[in-house]
Each structure stands twice: as C-alpha cells, then as structure tokens.
C-alpha cells in the first residue's frame, strides 16, 4: 500500500489518505473546540470576553495539533494494521497537543486579556482526542 507504514514497507508517503485525515483532524477540532466552549456557557453567541478568545484559540489548536500529529508521523500509519506501537504513538500525540494547546490557551490571557478557561481546555482536549482515535478505529 502506497503512502502509509504497513508490516510490509516501513517508508513513509504523503498520499491522498493522508490529506483526507489531516482535513478530518482539523474538522474534529473545530467542533471540539467549538462544542467545550458552548457546553461550558450553555449560550450561543459566547459573551462577550470569550467571543474573541475562541477564533484565536480554534486557529492555534488546529495548527497545534495538526503539527505535531504530522511530526510524531500519526499521519503516515496504516491504522487497519494498528498495534500496541501505534497506540502508543497516538496516546503520546494526543498528550503533546493537550499540554501544547493548555499552554497556548492559557497565554491567550497577555493577547487578549481573557484566558480559555480550564473546563473549556479539558473538554476540548477529550472530545477531541476521542474522535481521532474513533476516527483511526474507523479507517
């Protein structure tokens, strides 16, 4: 199989499979972000600090952890061949971007003034987590 890590070749590609996960990580981290934020207010618009803290916010946890799914190589597995290693490599993905999306989260407070608060980073981290690995267990 072209473009991903299988038992039989162990070189990684860019394929088209590829792009497709990347769109759907991105997509799942969206509506995680989106969806911690409006669990956490129970109201759509946010009020009125958060409003401008959630656009920057979904840009850097998509970049976040778009970035380090590609440099932890989560991208170039062949999850129908899955094993413990590539678990592994999923949960330490996965723990990167939580604390890398804390932080980022956090320091938004010197930007603009109003950090994402601490349920909103949870959520977020755990909704989000939970649909890249349903999203690999269904691939």
């Not at 799914?69 to 939580?98: C, D, H, K, N």
């Not at 950090?115 to 959520?123: E, F, M, Y």
């Amino acid at each position: 199989m072209q473009g991903v890590t299988t038992p039989q070749s162990l070189t990684r590609v860019t394929t088209g499979r590829t792009r497709v996960l990347v769109a759907a990580d991105v997509t799942i981290s969206l509506f995680a972000t989106l969806l911690a934020f409006v669990a956490r207010f129970e109201v759509w618009p946010l009020p009125s600090p958060y409003d401008a803290v959630v656009a920057r916010y979904l840009f850097l946890a998509c970049a976040l952890r778009v970035t380090v799914f590609f440099a932890t190589g989560a991208y170039s597995q062949a999850w129908r061949y899955a094993s413990v290693r590539e678990a592994v490599l999923l949960v330490y993905s996965g723990i990167t971007t939580t604390l890398l999306t804390v932080v980022a989260g956090r320091a938004l407070a010197a930007v603009t003034g109003t950090a994402v608060p601490w349920s909103v980073l949870l959520l977020d981290a755990t909704l989000f987590m939970g649909g890249a690995v349903c999203l690999r267990l269904l691939a």
